[in-house]
Structures are given as structure tokens and as C-alpha cells.
């Protein structure tokens, strides 16, 4: 679904990301794993428009998206989660969720889908009303997913969903992550709890110093010793 060639990100002279290429199959959750610096967050803004590459190639279902403006690129079908959430803090549940449709017309099938996020994530729904900026760190996550989701994108860019959360809270997220996915969304996920990410993770790179390293099938590099001394310690 999404394929990445040859990718170099520059902050003015620093040269972040070196001829990366990957490429995350339709229906999948790949995952990009690495230290922090590596250049994880600079891949994901580069692919949805946020940052702009000094060359390289990104397409997503065989068009090419490279350099356009982060709603086309939304408009295609590709939402990302960014880190930190980043609700709209001073605007309801609800509020948010009507944001993550704004590139929609299809009233009965928003209709549908607060529905579909409810479903998904019943402590919303049960603080509707509420100012988005009150809730708990992974209510503020499930609300971020679920703004996403609101677009219908066919592919989801998830940066760092389980950062500053509780560890029962983690294994929800990721539960959460492996039911969208299960739905039909391909999922591209950057993610410092590498065991987690490896776990539900269909293939895997990962990043050093703005460079893939590594690549393999997600549970096989739990078991890789390079990976394991590097990144699950």
C-alpha cells in the first residue's frame, strides 16, 4: 500500500534521513522501531505531507504522493495520530471527533461512524460532552485514534500511541491498534516499546541514525540478537 524510496529529510544542514526505503503491505501493521533520534517522527511527517523531503519517493497505492499537502494526502486515505496526541484540548469529545470528519460531506455515514468509535472506545461515549483537555492521558490516546478514524482512512500512521500511559493502559492501545488493523486499516506504527510493537507487528524495520538497518517478519526479530541487545534490552 505505501512504498518509500530513497528518502533524505534534512533540518537545514542536519541530514535526518538517509536514503530510507521501505514499503508496508495492504491490510498489515508494520512497525518502525529505533533509539529516540533515529528519525522515526521525521519519517512519518514526511509521509503525510508535514515535512517535505530533499528527495526520495513516497506513493501510496501506486500514487504518487511525495511533497503534497497534508489534507490531499488525507483526502487519499492516509490519517496519522501524531505524538502526544495533540487533541483539540478546549473542544468536547465530540468536537473532536466532528473535526476528524471535516474533509467528509457524508452526513449518515459520520452518523455511522461516531457510532463505529463508540463502539470502539466506550469511555467516550460516556464523556461526550466532556472538554477533551480533562481527560486522562489514554482517553486523550483513544480520543486521538478515534479522531482519526473518523476520516476512513484506508492507512493509519500511529507515532508513539503508548508514550506516558500506565502499563494496563498500554496493553489496551495495542489491543486497540491490532482491532482497527483486524477492520481492514493498514497501520504504520512507530512505537519506543519495541516488545509491544514487535508483537502485533506483521514486519518490521528498523532505524538508526535516519537509516533502515534491519527488516524482518515482526515476532521473528523479537528473537534477533542484535535487536534484542539494542532495543529490548
Do not use: W
Not at 528527495?55 to 501506486?62: E, M, Q, W
Amino acid at each position: 500500500m505505501l512504498k518509500v524510496e530513497d528518502l533524505n529529510v534534512y533540518y537545514d544542514k542536519i541530514h535526518a534521513i538517509k536514503g530510507a526505503s521501505f514499503e508496508v503491505r495492504d491490510g498489515e501493521i508494520c512497525t518502525l522501531i529505533g533509539a529516540n533520534g533515529a528519525g522515526k517522527t521525521t519519517i512519518l511527517q514526511t509521509i503525510s505531507g508535514l515535512l517535505q523531503p530533499k528527495s526520495g519517493k513516497i506513493t501510496l497505492d501506486g500514487s504518487e504522493i511525495t511533497g503534497r499537502a497534508p489534507n490531499k494526502i488525507l483526502l487519499q486515505g492516509l490519517a496519522q495520530v501524531p505524538e502526544g496526541r495533540r487533541v483539540f484540548s478546549k473542544m468536547t469529545v465530540l468536537e473532536n471527533l466532528e473535526m476528524g470528519a471535516y474533509t467528509r460531506k457524508d452526513a449518515a455515514g459520520i452518523r455511522e461512524d461516531y457510532e463505529m468509535v463508540f463502539q470502539s472506545f466506550p469511555r467516550l461515549k460516556e464523556r461526550i460532552h466532556q472538554q477533551a483537555g480533562t481527560l486522562s492521558g489514554g482517553e486523550q490516546q483513544m480520543l486521538a485514534i478515534g479522531r482519526a478514524l473518523m476520516s476512513r482512512p484506508r492507512m493509519l500512521l500511529l507515532d508513539e500511541p503508548s508514550m506516558g500511559l500506565a502499563p494496563i493502559l498500554v496493553d489496551e492501545i495495542f489491543s486497540i491498534i491490532r482491532q482497527v488493523n483486524q477492520s481492514g486499516v493498514t497501520v504504520l506504527l512507530v512505537e519506543q516499546n519495541a516488545a509491544k510493537a514487535l508483537e502485533i507487528a506483521h514486519y518490521s524495520y528498523v532505524l538508526a541514525t535516519g537509516q533502515i538497518v534491519s527488516s524482518g517478519e515482526g515476532k521473528s526479530m523479537l528473537t534477533d540478537s542484535s535487536v534484542r541487545s539494542a532495543y529490548l534490552g
